[in-house]
């Protein structure tokens, strides 16, 4: 064998190229800082000396010590395990009527929430009608305030229609409070309302619920002394008392009820007879002609609701059909406006129930034909940013 280079064969081991020597343990790994303990001897078995000793403790058989922060240094404080809320919107695909349902919500939620709102609706109610009739017996329109039971008046009228707008406020504050859901989403499932889907909606109401009123007759007309003021007090207020009972009946009732239940349909079922009853009973009527069509406009609304995704399409035949019920109101008087006494209506009514139907299926129509999704999906970022 040739030996290489500058070795021979019988070349001892100084001769050897320099190996590299083994590190000097003794010396510290690093210049000591001010304040910190002087560097500790070396032992067996400890790697560099130069840690400094934490006082108290001996000196450790193998494992260097973590050096000790300085006085008055506090390390960050990490979140602790379990104490972030969950999500408030669903992080799985859910309709409207279920919309609650998400990982925030608890059973005694809808207890809450319809309590909630139902005392402080009737406390304004209660505050508004009163100030009203008030007025009314100070001004000689009526003798007294139990007169307005029997006897509506522009300025009653008015203080009702106001009551039941702030439904709109108190549903979206009381949706925000109790299940952590911000205002835009009580009204769709996308999070807002959709004024072009409105408006569409109150252009296919139209037509069938006019043909209802010349089917009824307008009855005769006359200009009296208070047409102005509820010709003014229809057009500002009726619009809102209709969204506001919507907001209330299909908007957080209906929801919260409807998220009770694991399954859809059930839920779909119950949220829809539940409140369509409260809907009904809200218009004391004592004709179970007129109760069966309050009953029938509760579903109708609640099956468009869950069918377009939000509350614009039943806003929408509310709007409609009560602004064109109320048409003749200014030029015909208000006495019989809230008579709703047995025998005030009667099987023709049923013309109007098959209108609302009609209006109802047309929107169904529309919205499929608009693909409008029936379950919001893709919300679990947006969940995540709705924690209250």
């Known amino acids: 064998m ?94 409207f009527h279920e919309f609650y349902r ?118 005769e007309l006359a200009w009296n002394a208070d047409s102005l003021f509820l010709i003014v007090a229809i057009v500002l207020t009726t619009p809102f008392q209709a969204a506001g009972e919507e907001y209330m009946a299909r908007g957080l009732l209906a929801r919260s009820v409807g998220s009770w239940f694991t399954s859809r349909w059930l839920g779909f079922v119950v949220a829809t007879v539940v409140s369509s009853l409260v809907f009904m009973g809200l218009h004391v009527a004592g004709d179970p002609w007129l109760n069966l069509f309050y009953f029938t406009f509760g579903v109708i609304a609640c099956v468009v609701t869950w069918r377009t995704g939000g509350l614009e399409a039943a806003i929408a035949l509310h709007v409609v059909n009560n602004l064109i019920g109320e048409i003749t109101l200014p030029f015909g008087g208000l006495e019989h406006m809230m008579d709703r006494q047995a025998g005030v209506a009667g099987p023709g009514i049923l013309i109007q129930v098959g209108m609302i139907a009609l209006v109802g299926a047309l929107m169904c129509w529309w919205a499929r034909r608009r693909k409008l999704s029936t379950t919001a999906t893709g919300l679990v970022e947006g969940a995540s940013s709705e924690l209250s």
């Not at 010396?27 to 500790?40: D, F, L, T, V």
């Not at 039971?149 to 009653?156: A, D, E, R, S």
């Not at 106001?162 to 999070?191: D, K, N």
């Open 2 to 95: 040739v030996p290489e280079p500058g070795l021979t064969p019988d070349a001892s081991d100084e001769q050897s190229p320099a190996q590299p020597s083994a590190p000097d343990w003794s010396a510290p790994a690093q210049p000591p800082i001010e304040g910190w303990p002087a560097g500790q001897p070396a032992s067996a078995g400890y790697p560099p000396s130069g840690y400094p000793m934490q006082p108290g403790y001996s000196t450790p058989g193998y494992y260097p010590t973590a050096p000790v922060a300085p006085n008055g240094y506090y390390p960050p404080p990490f979140p602790a395990a379990g104490l972030r809320k969950p999500p408030a919107l669903p992080v799985e695909p859910k309709a």
């Open 102 to 219: 998400a990982p925030r919500f608890r059973w005694w939620k809808p207890l809450a929430a319809v309590g909630l709102l139902g005392v402080a609706w009737i406390v304004v109610s209660l505050a508004l009608v009163a100030g009203a009739m008030v007025f009314d017996v100070s001004t000689g329109r009526l003798s007294s305030v139990f007169e307005a039971g029997t006897k509506l008046t522009p300025w009653v009228f008015t203080a009702n229609n106001v009551s039941l707008a702030l439904f709109i406020p108190m549903a979206v504050l009381t949706s925000w409070l109790v299940y952590g859901q911000r205002p835009r989403w009580l009204s769709s499932i996308t999070g807002g309302f959709r004024w072009g889907l409105f408006g569409q909606f109150a252009l296919i109401a139209v037509v069938p619920l006019l043909i209802s009123l010349f089917v009824d007759g307008v009855g």
